[in-house]
C-alpha cells in the first residue's frame, strides 16, 4: 500500500508473512501524522534516519519522541500499540513491524542473547532506544533509495531488513563487521548524505560532481564511491530517478501543466523532459495524466 503527494509518501510493504516494511518521508513543511492499528503480538522497530517524530499514547497523555539517527524498540504483549505518530518536516523514518512468532523464527538459537527473548519476559512489556550506526545509516538508506526492477523489489527489501535486524543486534561487535572502509567512517556518510541532500535541494539546476565534491569536502573519486555504496546508483543516476518521480508527483497534483513539471526538475524544453519521463515510466506525461483521469 501507498499513499503519496508531490513532497511526502507513505509506504507500507509486506516483505512476508508477520513481516513488514512502513516507510515514512515527509518532505512538506507541515507535521505529517500517520495512524495505522498494530496487533499487539508486534514487535516494532522505529528508525529515524533525519528529523524527528512523536509517538502519541493513551489519547495523548504520553508522548514518545524520536531524533534524527536514533531508534526504538517497542513491545508490549499485554495490550496493543497501535501507532499514532506525528512526522515532523523534513523528517524520514523507516519501521519494521514484526510478529514475535516470526521474530523468534529468526533467532531462536539467540534468545538467551536477547533480552525480550527470554523466558521470564515473555509476557512483560519492553522498550528501547538506541542510536543508528553507520553501517546501519547505509542499509536504511538503501530501502528508501533504491534502483532496481519491481520485479526484484521485494526480495531485496527482505534481504535488507534481515541484514539490518543482523546489525541491530550485533552492535557490540560492530567493528568486526566486513564493510566498505570508507562506510565505517561516520562523517564520510554524514557527507555522502549531504550531498543527496544538495542535489535534490538543487534539483532544477544541481551542481557539477567537482562542484558538489568540493562543497561535501571529499574528493571527486570519494564522492563517486561512496554515493555508489550507500544510495546503489552513479549521483545523476539517482538525480534522474529522483527527478522523475517527483515530476510524476507534481502531474498528479492536477496543479502544474507538462511544460511547467518539465522547468521545476530542470528541462528547459518539454521535448527533453518528455523524452525523459517516457525513458522511466514508459508512457509521456500527456498519456501518464490521460490513463490517471480515466481511473478516477
Not at 59 to 67: H, M
Not at 153 to 181: H, S
Not at 287 to 295: D, E, P, Q, V
Request: glycine content about 6%; some cysteine.
Amino acid at each position: 500500500m501507498e499513499k503519496s503527494n508531490a513532497e511526502g509518501s507513505e509506504k507500507v510493504i509486506s516483505i512476508e508473512d508477520g513481516f513488514s516494511i512502513l516507510t515514512i518521508q515527509n518532505e512538506t513543511d507541515e507535521n505529517q501524522k500517520v495512524v495505522r492499528d498494530v496487533e499487539a503480538n508486534c514487535i516494532q522497530f522505529h528508525f529515524c534516519i533525519k528529523g524527528n517524530a512523536s509517538f502519541i499514547f493513551n489519547e495523548g497523555r504520553y508522548i514518545l519522541p524520536i531524533e534524527d539517527e536514533k531508534s526504538l524498540l517497542l513491545y508490549n504483549p499485554q495490550k496493543e500499540l497501535p501507532l499514532n505518530l506525528v512526522v515532523a518536516p523534513k523528517s524520514w523514518l523507516v519501521s519494521f513491524l514484526v510478529s514475535i512468532n516470526k521474530f523468534h523464527s529468526l533467532f531462536s538459537e539467540e534468545a538467551s542473547y536477547i533480552d525480550f527473548l527470554k523466558e521470564d519476559n515473555s509476557d512483560k512489556k519492553y522498550y528501547q532506544d538506541g542510536t543508528i550506526t553507520p553501517s546501519m545509516a547505509v542499509v536504511l538508506t538503501q530501502i528508501l533509495n533504491f534502483n532496481l526492477n519491481p520485479s526484484v523489489k521485494r526480495i531485496y527489501l527482505k534481504g535488507k531488513a534481515y541484514e539490518l535486524m543482523g546489525l541491530y543486534f550485533n552492535r557490540p561487535n560492530e567493528v568486526d563487521v566486513e564493510q566498505c572502509p570508507f562506510l565505517i567512517d561516520e562523517d564520510n556518510v554524514r557527507k555522502i548524505r549531504n550531498a543527496k541532500e544538495i542535489i535534490i535541494h538543487q534539483i532544477a539546476e544541481p551542481p557539477s560532481l567537482q562542484e558538489l565534491a568540493d562543497a561535501i569536502g571529499l574528493s571527486l573519486k570519494k564522492l563517486k564511491e561512496g554515493f555508489k555504496e550507500i544510495y546503489g546508483d552513479t549521483v545523476f543516476g539517482f538525480l534522474f530517478d529522483y527527478k522523475m518521480e517527483y515530476a510524476r508527483k507534481l502531474l498528479e497534483t492536477g496543479s502544474h501543466n507538462v511544460n511547467e513539471v518539465g522547468l521545476k526538475v530542470g528541462y528547459s524544453t518539454s521535448s527533453h523532459f518528455i523524452s525523459a519521463f517516457k525513458k522511466k515510466f514508459g508512457i509521456t506525461p500527456k498519456k501518464y495524466l490521460m490513463t490517471l483521469r480515466s481511473a478516477n
